[in-house]
């Protein structure tokens, strides 16, 4: 009996264990597998943008997530220790979170929100490793899925190198089933040459799919307008999106705020870093692409736009600055008096397409700081379709009207509808009409000339950019986000004016009454003026200029060779001029004409020049292009030179696809594998193509420290006597290995060598090799070319050359 007593106990206890094991096998453990988190990091998290904007989005995305059985959670981080960190990232939550749009009362869901953020410092890389390792403990203690981890970097951009790598080594989900997302902010880059370098830096870290560079104009609701817009109308937009029917293009972004209180900032940026780089020309991708089939293919045909877009010179571009600027600059920079600044606070561009639907149309892209009015839109002006002689009042007959569409993109409050579209066009496909404006009694008004009633209208919907981009990363909505490969193509369109403008006078201007008109500027064929003419004192100001030489082309002597020297635009028309005419000489005496081009971004301001003023009559079905260097990376790397000859020139030629000779960087068994033996299938090319084994001109560089082609100071290429072409280690860290090179043999061999300096960059090395006779060409290299039969010429901005 006692014994079957202890057997029942026994019995029911080991009953008891497999039934509280099932529960928590089938119940607890399952349970824990059905819920899932989303993690999100913002560091930054206490600045001006989180405190603004991130917040609420994250809030907004919250309220769209978060339910029993997913859950978000937040970390706000900052370089700021951990009271001080979460005390300020409590206050923000408190005071910045609000109820999003359409919900009355979220007091609840703000407490719950409020529940699931905490701070933590991140500084160091144990930083990062220690809430890495928490969110991974924490996740697998609930029995909880990951299901993604987005983080948003709201810091300079001198800070993404050390964080995303921190990010890579230390702070990825831990399958690869769980994304991971990273977001980053403008600025990316100041110039082509630092967002090369930046994006490169943060390629080595972050795989493609995983970077979000956000644009905010292309969360605001006003863009988002456009694409779909022209989806749903395109039986009646297609016949007529086109250079046949479309006079211009104006892309706006107008500010009534200056700059003050961020001076330091902003004097290095300008206008066109500022906006016109970014946002309006995201924006005029937009309106300028091609529509494809498979709408997942957008971001491919927005890239190929901007890689369509002819890179913008000086004579495209008119520059302001606003009056107060200069004394706010004095202040602010604690500059001596005598001294300015001559950023741009106002900038306006033609940007021209060359492909076939745009041949032609002026897009032109302005924005300006404490101009009257606060409006961002897009307009695209029709060509009228007809003439109409017999009507008694034009007015009256609508095919003589003008015709446009404008996009409205952002505004201070709802004074203009998102879309208007002139009613002498057939009735758009628009979303129901609820302009209210319109409804009011008595209220009339007109949107650039024309009352609002003789427009199809659409109103819009309010929304925020950010809480909309914060969905559409979450999302994995990438089309919405600037990748690298477009980022690299529109700094292309910029590069070379920014280089031409460096140190130009900007048109001064005070947005009073007084000055109404002074900065309206027009069109006239590819070029863009002031309709105004300047006052007595800024005529003295170039008259002044002119004398300095700073705009004219002077002749003289560098390192006892002949020496071009004047504004970055001068020089670079006058090489063109010497390409030119060298070119054609050397059809007439030998039937083609074959050039070697450096890498770099110097070579992109000549490109443009090439072909913007010579397209038509350059002989480009007999040259052949070659190519003093190359980075051994794939063609598609932005790192790569032929990628970057490509886009500023070969696209934009006629030239035979024969007639170009890029470096066979790549060919079976890697890249610059030395078994592939390149370099000698160069030289045999070399050998079979060049008339009497001649190059006709090699355009070279220098760089600031003294390099030339990839012959870097002291490596063995600068003694290199016997081999045309070789592979050498790379110079600077560019993240490369190795590089090709044409050698001294072959570059001082061609029978016209062109050195181009531009750019302040370059002041230092010129101002050594000018100064100093007795340098060695090992360790400045530029000094080993010395043509053996030919001739040498030196073209050198005057930023390069002022002290
Ligand atoms: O990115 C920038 O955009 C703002 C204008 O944006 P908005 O949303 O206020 O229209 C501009 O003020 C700022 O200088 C620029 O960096």
Avoid at 364 to 378: A, P
Wanted: charged share 25%; with cysteine.
């Amino acid at each position: 009996m006692h014994f079957r007593a202890r057997k029942k106990r026994v019995f029911s206890l080991c009953l008891g264990v497999v039934v509280v094991l099932f529960w928590f096998t089938t119940y607890a453990l399952d349970d824990g597998k059905d819920i899932s988190v989303s993690n999100v990091i913002i560091i930054g998290a206490t600045g001006d943008l989180a405190k603004k904007y991130l917040w609420q989005g994250f809030f907004n995305l919250f309220v769209d997530l978060h339910t029993s059985s997913h859950h978000v959670n937040l970390i706000g981080a900052s370089r700021v220790e951990y009271s001080e960190g979460s005390r300020q990232l409590t206050g923000i939550l408190q005071d910045h979170v609000h109820c999003p749009d359409g919900l009355s009362d979220c007091s609840q869901l703000r407490k719950e929100f409020k529940q699931q953020v905490s701070y933590a410092q991140l500084k160091t890389q144990e930083d990062y490793a220690e809430l890495c390792r928490k969110l991974n403990e924490q996740t697998t203690a609930k029995g909880m899925i990951e299901k993604g981890r987005l983080i948003y970097l709201s810091v300079p951009p001198f800070a993404y190198a050390e964080i995303v790598a921190n990010i890579n080594s230390v702070c990825r989900p831990p399958t690869s089933a769980t994304w991971l997302k990273v977001v980053l902010e403008k600025p990316f880059g100041s110039d082509l040459r630092s967002a090369q370098t930046l994006a490169a830096e943060i390629s080595k870290h972050l795989k493609e799919e995983e970077i979000y560079r956000i644009d905010h104009y292309l969360g605001k609701p006003g863009v988002r307008n456009i694409l779909p817009f022209r989806i749903s109308n395109r039986d009646i937009l297609e016949p007529v999106w086109n250079h046949k029917h479309i006079e211009y293009v104006e892309i706006a972004l107008k500010e009534t705020l200056d700059v003050k209180g961020r001076i330091s900032f902003y004097d290095k940026y300008g206008v066109i870093r500022d906006v016109m780089q970014n946002h309006l020309t995201e924006i005029m991708s937009l309106v300028a692409m091609e529509i494809p089939k498979d709408l997942n293919a957008v971001a491919d045909r927005k890239l190929q736009l901007l890689r369509d877009v002819l890179p913008v010179r000086a004579s495209q571009t008119v520059i302001g600055q606003y009056d107060d600027y200069h004394k706010d600059w004095m202040t602010e920079l604690s500059q001596n008096p005598g001294n300015k600044s001559y950023t741009p606070t106002f900038g306006a561009s033609a940007l021209f397409i060359n492909n076939h639907r745009w041949k032609g149309v002026p897009f032109v892209l302005m924005s300006g700081k404490k101009l009257q009015e606060k409006l961002s839109y897009v307009k695209i002006v029709f060509r009228n379709v007809a003439i109409c002689p017999t009507s008694v009042s034009w007015l009256e007959d609508k095919l003589c009207e003008p015709r446009q569409i404008i996009f409205i993109l952002s505004q201070s409050g709802f004074q203009f509808p998102e879309i208007l579209v002139s009613e002498n066009f057939p009735r758009p496909n628009l979303p129901e009409n609820t302009f209210e404006a319109e409804a009011e009694e008595g209220k009339e008004f007109s949107v650039f000339g024309k009352h609002v009633s003789k427009y199809f209208i659409y109103s819009g919907m309010p929304g925020d950019a950010y809480t909309t981009l914060i969905r559409d990363c979450y999302h994995g909505n990438k089309a919405n986000f600037v990748s690298t490969d477009s980022l690299i193509a529109s700094w292309k369109i910029w590069d070379s004016v920014l280089q031409e403008l460096h140190r130009t006078e900007p048109r001064i201007y005070r947005t009073d009454q007084s000055q109404s008109g002074w900065l309206n500027f027009q069109v006239i064929g590819h070029q863009l003026q002031f309709t105004v003419q300047k006052t007595e004192e800024e005529d003295a100001f170039m008259e002044s200029s002119l004398t300095s030489s700073y705009f004219m082309l002077d002749v003289g002597s560098f390192r006892k060779q002949p020496l071009f020297r004047g504004s970055s635009e001068t020089v670079v028309e006058e090489l063109a001029k010497a390409i030119y005419s060298i070119a054609l000489e050397a059809v007439k005496e030998r039937g083609s004409f074959h050039i070697a081009f450096s890498g770099g971004t110097t070579p992109s301001a000549l490109f443009s020049v090439l072909v913007q003023d010579y397209q038509e009559d350059f002989p480009w079905q007999k040259m052949h292009i070659w190519m003093v260097d190359e980075r051994c990376v794939p063609r598609s790397d932005v790192r790569s030179n032929f990628n970057s000859l490509h886009n500023s020139l070969l696209k934009h030629i006629a030239i035979p696809h024969f007639n170009v000779h890029p470096m066979p960087t790549e060919l079976i068994n890697g890249l610059c594998s030395f078994d592939d033996k390149g370099p000698q299938v160069y030289a045999a090319e070399m050998n079979r193509l060049l008339p009497e084994d001649r190059l006709d001109f090699v355009l070279l560089g220098v760089g600031s420290d003294g390099h030339t082609a990839s012959l870097f100071p002291d490596s063995a290429g600068v003694n290199e006597t016997y081999h045309r072409v070789i592979i050498t280690p790379d110079g600077p860290a560019d993240g490369v290995r190795y590089r090709m090179s044409m050698t001294y043999y072959t570059i001082n061999n061609a029978r016209n060598i062109g050195i181009l300096v531009l750019g302040s960059d370059k002041r230092e090395i010129i101002k050594v090799l000018d100064n100093e006779n007795e340098l060695s060409y090992t360790k400045y290299p530029i000094l080993g070319v010395i043509p053996v039969n030919g001739s040498l010429q030196w073209y050198i901005d005057e930023l390069a050359l002022s002290d």
